[in-house]
């Protein structure tokens, strides 16, 4: 009876990890917006040859995702394939964690992997690609989920990984980790005070001491200065966040794009706050589950209201139906007709969504796009195999996009001068195997990734792409169709810039008498 009950477990659990793993690597091989989809691509490939960020590229966001992809390559070679492991990885493992939070809430195991399944469809795929606003959020969430598991079963190791998992977290992106962090304190606060558990603090604090011991090394191994990461990472992303809700004008349809979020969201509330006096002085732990639920829910709509990347965030339906079914699975027993309706709705928009974002490609432009007319990146080259190449710049012809992107490479093949490539498709280096000194993770137009003329950081910037510049002796700039209008290149004196242009793709810039 014992080994029945084992084995189903497993099946449970095994099930859903090969669902969840599958359809995030089905989709991501679908569809190309080169600047997010390549964007740890090349400079996991330089890590591998030595380079490191903050020192070798000026980044915002993810260096944890960089060397995260670098072991892969590392350990399955520098492919496509091994590109979109990751990303799969992500995906089956926070679902099962949130699965597993489910089981130890609610015994029901057929609505807990109802939930769980719908959660695997609208997290990672409407990206697939490592990107830092999912890889952030989906760690701190298994942070939320250690948390509620650990005083649930009362078991000392989850206290350690929290921790462990936000600091990954913060090292794939700032926001949304911070503002979900600042979400998990309150509830542990009043969790450690309420029921006496301060002694619990010590293992926050060994896990948190070997994290800051981890980047220590971090910093120390690759000769990183620490003004650099301070500027790259913290003074600088906080003036993006700044300049973007100062400039934030509510709209009625900037609030209503939700709508499926709040159709959760405030009847949760209402179920949460009904009897707040009666569950937060007693043992019930449900209640300390929603009221995390409603704190994160809030934070990550403010953060996708600040971002100017597409809405990601729909995994919050699936996750708050689950909320509200645990909260009212006890009165629902004699009105199955309210699950019903909660399994419908939930089914209706997981579907709804999982349309728009993962089978149009709405993240990568791709919504208008016939995605059918895709043609194979082995075209580019062999290690892009299973990649189907569409974009929304050749929505009708990939192919002259492709014979463009190879003509360009094997122009910059031949260059025997020390390069420097300036471009959205961030698998130059890796295709050509040598590093093309790529100077940031995102050419950036705006003064998003890259601080414009305006921003007090910009003369750091410029300082540092000078010293780069010269540190590998630039004499060949390349950049790409997209890049012509860069930040970047108002560094430079138009009048030391020697300009041909090579194809409607290819620019070449002789800069050695910028470097005089």
């Not at 449900?286 to 600040?306: D, M, P, T």
């Amino acid at each position: 009876m014992v080994k029945e009950k084992q084995s189903y477990f497993f099946a449970d659990y095994i099930i859903l990890a090969l669902f969840s793993f599958y359809i995030n690597f089905y989709y991501s091989n679908i569809g190309v917006l080169a600047q997010d989809t390549f964007a740890y691509y090349d400079t996991s490939f330089r890590i591998l040859n030595g380079s490191a960020p903050f020192k070798d590229y000026w980044t915002v966001s993810g260096p944890f995702i960089d060397y995260l992809q670098a072991t892969i390559f590392f350990f399955f070679g520098v492919s496509w394939k091994s590109y979109v492991i990751i990303g799969s990885i992500l995906n089956s493992l926070i679902t099962i964690i949130f699965y597993y939070t489910l089981s130890i809430f609610h015994q029901n195991k057929l609505s807990n992997l109802f939930y769980a399944s719908c959660f695997s469809i609208l997290a990672n795929p409407s990206m697939g690609t490592p990107f830092p606003d999912h890889f952030s959020t989906f760690f701190s969430l298994a942070g939320i989920f250690f948390f509620l598991i650990a005083i649930k079963t009362d078991k000392k190791f989850f206290w350690f990984l929290i921790p462990i998992f936000f600091f990954f977290a913060f090292f794939c992106k700032q926001s949304p980790s911070s503002y979900i962090l600042l979400v998990l304190l309150i509830p542990l606060s009043i969790y450690l005070f309420k029921h006496k558990k301060l002694s619990l603090i010590k293992y926050l604090l060994v896990s948190s001491t070997f994290c800051l011991a981890l980047l220590s090394f971090f910093f120390i191994a690759n000769e990183i200065n620490f003004k650099q990461f301070l500027y790259q990472y913290i003074l600088f992303p906080q003036t993006i966040a700044e300049k973007r809700i100062s400039e934030y004008q509510f709209t009625f349809n900037s609030i209503f794009q939700y709508k499926f979020i709040y159709l959760y969201l405030f009847p949760l509330i209402l179920i949460t706050f009904m009897n707040f006096k009666k569950n937060f002085f007693s043992e019930d732990k449900i209640f300390l589950f929603n009221f995390i639920g409603i704190l994160l829910s809030i934070v990550l709509i403010f953060h996708q209201i600040i971002t100017k990347n597409f809405i990601f965030i729909f995994f919050l339906v699936p996750f708050l139906g689950s909320l509200i079914h645990v909260s009212l699975s006890e009165s629902l027993r004699s009105k199955k007709y309210i699950i019903f309706l909660l399994f419908a709705v939930t089914f209706f928009i997981t579907a709804k969504y999982h349309l728009r974002f993962n089978e149009d490609r709405k993240m990568l432009n791709l919504e208008n796009v016939i995605i059918k007319n895709n043609v194979d990146s082995e075209l580019i080259h062999s290690s892009l195999k299973g990649l189907k190449w569409i974009t929304y710049k050749y929505p009708s012809d990939p192919i002259k996009e492709i014979e463009l992107i190879k003509d360009s490479l094997e122009i910059i093949n031949k260059d025997q001068s020390n390069i420097m490539l300036l471009t959205d498709y961030l698998f130059f280096s890796s295709v050509l195997r040598k590093d093309l000194n790529n100077p940031s993770r995102w050419p950036s137009l705006q003064d998003a990734s890259n601080p414009g003329t305006k921003n007090i950081y910009h003369p750091i910037y410029k300082k540092f792409i000078i010293d780069l510049i010269k540190f590998k002796k630039i004499e060949t700039l390349y950049t790409t169709v997209d890049n012509q209008g860069d930040i970047f290149l108002k560094i430079f004196d138009e009048k030391c810039l020697k300009t041909k242009v090579i194809n409607d793709f290819l620019t070449k810039h002789d800069i050695r008498n910028c470097i005089k």
